[in-house]
């Protein structure tokens, strides 16, 4: 297996888990999520699950609606990679 596929695996799983943390630690649904950032729920599924990648634009949506400042959502995500 080709290594960027393997980090960028790494990545996306990486970004999944601090999603679902912070969602979670906000006591908000993917649903509720989802509907805060013009999106559905199946996205934020996809997207905690590592089968979706976050374009730049959602993850200032998400960073925003989840009260954290982008560079620490970005450095929580590196921390586990």
Do not use: C, Y
């Amino acid at each position: 297996m080709n290594l960027l596929v393997v980090i960028d695996e790494q990545l996306i799983n990486a970004f999944g888990k601090v999603l679902k943390r912070l969602r979670e630690s906000k006591g908000l649904s993917q649903e509720a999520l989802a509907h805060a950032i013009g999106s559905h729920a199946t996205h934020i599924s996809r997207l905690e699950n590592g089968h979706k990648q976050p374009t730049l634009t959602t993850l200032f949506k998400l960073a925003d609606n989840l009260d954290t400042e982008l560079e620490d959502l970005i450095s929580e995500v590196r921390s586990l990679i």
